[in-house]
């Protein structure tokens, strides 16, 4: 098959074959125009391989990472206990999904030449049925019940640990995808890494991700990040100023706004002193998506999560 796949791939349409953005959970079945079986662990979807693959490049772009409709197996999550969490071991970047810059939905992004010394804080989302089965951007299968995951500059595949900040809980994820497209993700996981560090069935959690290089001369896995007793809290940056006058006027209108609190905190970025603009603490994800949107129609920068 390998032979007769590869003359038809556009690149374009190869750049980005994989997950969407932000994952809602209805009732299995319901939503998408699809039926949802719950697999087990062993089982494949019942739609044929062949099929799959040709829906793949059928389906506009931006289809698949626009806000839809996701589902997961319906009763208990799996036992878990089972699933072995990949090893981090270096691999030959894949041939598709590494093009770099790439653009989505307007955004460009910049793939990263390797996961060494990536680590950001941020809030993870997970996939699950709506593509189980079907190609991720670097061509594999995605395995809901595999330990994986989408970045949206990780090249793939790369390895990456990821910690739920709220109880501790960490998983070696192996990235071959790209996403989320959706303001304030910084990852998404497979339905499996996401019962693993608990933001199932809640799907969203705040977590740190920390890029596993296996070819640095110190290839250990690293520690995972201290959890406090004080869960950490979400913020909006809404930028960095290097003229104080200018940050102090967003600090302004957002205040007037009355969104949250609101915090202009200086720091040294590249050398430079800057004045951060800052909103917050948040109760929620849900809050800061709303907060998020408020900001942007308010003909602001777009906003970047924090979390402390």
């Known amino acids: 098959m390998k032979g007769w796949v590869a003359p038809i791939l556009l690149p374009a349409l190869l750049l980005l074959a994989g997950c969407g953005s932000h994952r809602t959970r209805p009732v299995p079945g ?60 270096v691999e030959r970047r894949s041939l598709y999904g590494n093009k770099s810059p790439y653009t989505v939905l307007g955004r460009t992004y910049r793939v990263r030449s390797s996961a060494r010394g990536y680590d ?5 989302s997970f996939y699950g049925n709506k593509f189980n089965g079907y190609k991720t951007s670097s061509l594999e299968t995605y395995d809901m019940y595999a330990f994986s995951a989408a970045s949206k500059t990780l090249p793939l595949p790369s390895y990456a640990q990821v910690t739920n900040l709220q109880n501790g809980k960490s998983v070696i994820v192996r990235v071959n995808d790209r996403g989320p497209f959706h303001d304030n993700r910084v990852i998404d996981l497979s339905y499996a890494a996401a019962v693993k560090i608990g933001i199932w069935p ?23 990040p201290v959890v406090k007793a004080k869960h950490p809290g979400i913020y909006l940056q809404i930028g960095a100023f290097a003229d104080a006058a200018n940050a102090q006027r967003v600090a302004l209108r957002l205040r007037q ?13 590249n050398g430079r002193r800057v004045q951060r603009v ?26 970047e999560v924090a979390v402390d």
Do not use: C
């Open 202 to 224: 809640k799907g969203t959690g705040l977590v740190e991700v920390r890029g596993i290089d296996p070819a640095a001369p110190s290839s250990e896995l690293p520690s995972p």
């Open 30 to 89: 319901a939503g998408d125009g699809r039926s949802h079986p719950s697999p087990s662990p062993s089982s494949s979807p019942s739609v044929p391989a062949s099929d799959r693959f040709h829906d793949d490049l059928r389906k506009p772009q931006g289809s698949r990472y626009r806000d839809g409709t996701d589902s997961v197996p319906g009763g208990p999550p799996p036992d878990i206990s089972r699933l072995v969490e990949p090893v981090p071991k």
């Open 120 to 124: 950001e804080r941020g809030i993870a």
């Open 278 to 303: 800052r909103l917050g603490p948040l109760a929620n994800v849900d809050r800061a998506d709303q907060v998020s949107a408020r900001i942007e129609h308010m003909g602001l920068p777009r906003p």
């Open 257 to 269: 706004a009355e969104l949250a609190p609101v915090q202009v905190i200086e720091a040294i970025v």
